[in-house]
């Protein structure tokens, strides 16, 4: 093994990943958040936006199936689908599998971001951020959701963590929610990065969770079992009608088999049915939780892990 760099990520403030980085390939302070390309020796070529791990080649297909297919399916048909970050292209490559899929939109603030992933992570985006049914928007997705009217299928919010230096946590308030809900058709399906499952730190997950309930009416907390992230990770979804959870495997595989082209190694009916097993303690934290994000009231993450609350 040759580690000549170690990254100590914080997942909180008494807990670190230590990702050990054989090779800095890029490391920048863009306008927005400081930006590293590295390559893990455990998982390969990595984006790290703020000392935070986004995505790696050795585990991103898990994230990326769930975060796009999850929504598309729940919604049959998708057409049209606006991607809220998700500069890497990855989730992009998933939509783009859906042979209904006429256009995603990629509306993310950092346009540096975006040309680091397009050079240096063709891995990951394999082709999508160049596909022309992929729009680039290098722009606040709160704006240009806000100025959309039941336009998209398919909301999927790739962001970063909502820490209180970055440029992510406006995007897990009730306003944004509620501008969501008026970009999407009445069929529509928002799903969102919502936070870590770790027993400690479920309460970020369980007022984002609250908050598109509050929303939307419907929401449910979905299981990414992704190994960088360093513990279950949610992916919340909402909806402005009861949220599918029990669809049959082979009813999903079916569907898929008519929509979607290409291969995939995560996702399918079983892993549908998988990720919307909710653990009882994460059921139990989102019920019981009182919290609503606003703009008034963010979540208040530092990068070192430490709430504001
Ligand atoms: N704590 C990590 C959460 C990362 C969410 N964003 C990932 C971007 C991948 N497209």
Same mark, same amino acid.
């Given at each position: 093994?040759?580690?000549?760099?170690?990254?100590?990520?914080?997942?909180?403030?008494?807990?670190?990943?230590?990702?050990?980085?054989?090779?800095?390939?890029? !490391?920048?302070?863009?306008?927005?958040?400081?930006?590293?390309?590295?390559?893990?020796?455990?998982?390969?070529?990595?984006?790290?936006?703020?000392? *935070?791990?986004?995505?790696?080649?050795?585990?991103?297909?898990?994230?990326? /199936?769930?975060?796009?297919?999850?929504?598309?399916?729940?919604?049959?048909?998708? *057409?049209?689908?606006?991607?809220?970050?998700?500069?890497?292209?990855?989730?992009? #490559?998933?939509?783009?599998?859906?042979?209904?899929?006429?256009?995603?939109?990629?509306?993310?603030?950092?346009?540096?971001?975006?040309?680091?992933?397009?050079?240096?992570?063709?891995?990951? !985006? %394999?082709?999508?951020?160049?596909?022309? #049914?992929? *729009?680039? %928007?290098?722009?606040?997705?709160?704006?240009?959701?806000?100025?959309?009217?039941?336009?998209?299928?398919?909301?999927?919010?790739?962001? +970063?963590?909502?820490?209180?230096?970055?440029?992510?946590?406006?995007?897990?308030?009730?306003?944004?929610?509620?501008?969501?809900?008026?970009?999407?058709?009445?069929?529509?399906?928002?799903?969102?990065?919502?936070?870590?499952?770790?027993?400690?730190?479920? +309460?970020?997950?369980?007022?984002?969770?609250?908050?598109?309930?509050?929303?939307?009416?419907?929401?449910?907390?979905?299981?990414?079992?992704?190994?960088?992230?360093?513990?279950?990770?949610?992916?919340?979804?909402? #909806?402005?009608?009861?949220?599918?959870?029990?669809?049959?495997?082979? *009813?999903?595989?079916?569907?898929?088999?008519? !929509?979607?082209?290409?291969?995939?190694?995560?996702?399918?009916?079983?892993?549908?049915?998988?990720?919307?097993?909710?653990? #009882?303690?994460?059921? %139990?934290?989102?019920?019981?939780?009182?919290?609503?994000?606003?703009? /008034?009231?963010?979540?208040?993450?530092?990068?070192?892990?430490?709430?504001?609350?």
């Amino acid at each position: 093994m040759d580690t000549s760099v170690w990254i100590a990520e914080r997942l909180s403030p008494v807990d670190i990943y230590q990702h050990g980085v054989s090779q800095m390939l890029m !490391h920048k302070q863009t306008a927005f958040q400081e930006m590293s390309i590295v390559i893990s020796e455990s998982y390969g070529k990595a984006l790290v936006l703020d000392g *935070k791990w986004q995505t790696c080649t050795g585990d991103e297909f898990i994230y990326h /199936e769930l975060i796009a297919h999850l929504p598309c399916v729940l919604h049959g048909a998708p *057409k049209r689908v606006l991607i809220a970050g998700g500069a890497d292209g990855g989730a992009a #490559r998933e939509v783009l599998k859906w042979k209904t899929v006429e256009e995603v939109v990629i509306a993310d603030l950092d346009g540096e971001v975006v040309d680091a992933c397009r050079e240096m992570l063709p891995e990951i !985006h %394999q082709g999508s951020l160049n596909d022309s #049914r992929v *729009k680039i %928007q290098v722009a606040d997705a709160f704006d240009l959701i806000e100025a959309s009217s039941s336009e998209y299928d398919v909301i999927i919010a790739d962001l +970063t963590d909502p820490i209180e230096e970055g440029p992510a946590y406006p995007l897990f308030t009730r306003e944004f929610f509620e501008a969501c809900r008026a970009a999407l058709t009445p069929d529509g399906v928002l799903i969102n990065q919502a936070g870590s499952m770790a027993p400690p730190w479920v +309460t970020l997950l369980a007022r984002v969770t609250k908050t598109m309930e509050s929303a939307f009416g419907y929401a449910v907390a979905a299981a990414a079992p992704v190994p960088t992230y360093g513990s279950l990770w949610g992916l919340t979804i909402a #909806r402005t009608k009861p949220i599918e959870t029990g669809l049959s495997p082979a *009813k999903i595989d079916e569907l898929m088999q008519e !929509h979607v082209q290409g291969s995939l190694r995560m996702f399918d009916g079983s892993a549908f049915v998988a990720a919307l097993q909710t653990p #009882r303690y994460v059921r %139990q934290a989102i019920e019981q939780e009182q919290t609503i994000y606003t703009l /008034e009231n963010p979540p208040a993450l530092s990068a070192e892990g430490d709430r504001r609350e």
